[in-house]
C-alpha cells in the first residue's frame, strides 16, 4: 500500500459466482506456505521412480530409501498441515474491541456524539445540495453543477467586515472560465436575497464576486 502496509488479498467465491475480496495485513500466511511445500513434497515423492535398468540390489534399496525419505517428509508436511487448519478453525472469526489491546483499541464516538456529528454531515450535504440546484439553472451542463460547487468551496475568499454599513462581505475570486463566473454572480444573487447574518454577529453577509487582477498575489486572506 501506499503508506508502506504489506497486505495480502484474498479472493472468495461464492455459487453466485460473486466474488469478494478480503484483505489480510498475513500476507505470508503458514497454511499457505505449509500447502505450497506439500504440493512441492509430493512431487518429490512422485519422481522418484526406478528405471528399467535399476534392477541390482544396491540401485534398488538406494531407491526404496531414497522414496522412503520423500515419504516421511510427505506425511510429515501433511500432519503439519492439519495442525495448521485446526488452528484455524479454532480462532475466533471475529474480535470484539474489549478484546484488542489498549493501545490498538479504536476510539468509537459516544452515542449523541455521533448523532451530531451525522446531523452536521446531512445539513452540509443538503446546503451544498441547494447550491447545486440554482447553479444548474445556469450551468448548460447539468452534470456539472456539484463538481463547481465543491470546487467553489476550496476557492479563495476576502473577508471585508464593514460595521458602519453592518455587513461582512464575502468576495469571492474569479472562476476558471466565464461561463463558471456567470453562475458564480447568479449564486452570490440567490444568496445575498437571503439577507442571512453571520452567526453570533448582526452583521449581514454580503457576497460579490472579484476578479483575481483586484488584489496582488498573496494578499489574499
Known sequence: MTNGLWVREIRALSETGHQTAILSTDYRSDLARTAAELSRAHAT???HTL???EN???AVARH???KGAALLALQAKQAQLESLKTQRKATAKHIQIKDLPPEQRVAQLRGGRKHFIDTIKLIAYRAETALVQLARETLRRHDDARSFVRALFATSVNLRPDPARNELRVEIHG???PIHDATLEALCTELNATEIC???TTLRLVYRP?????FPA???V
Request: charged fraction near 25%.
Open 45 to 47: 515423492f512422485g519422481a
Open 51 to 53: 528405471g528399467a535398468q
Open 56 to 58: 541390482e540390489p544396491e
Open 64 to 66: 526404496e530409501e531414497k
Open 175 to 177: 472562476q476558471a472560465n
Open 198 to 200: 453571520y452567526p453570533g
Open 210 to 214: 472579484i476578479g483575481s487582477s483586484i
Open 218 to 220: 498573496g494578499q489574499d
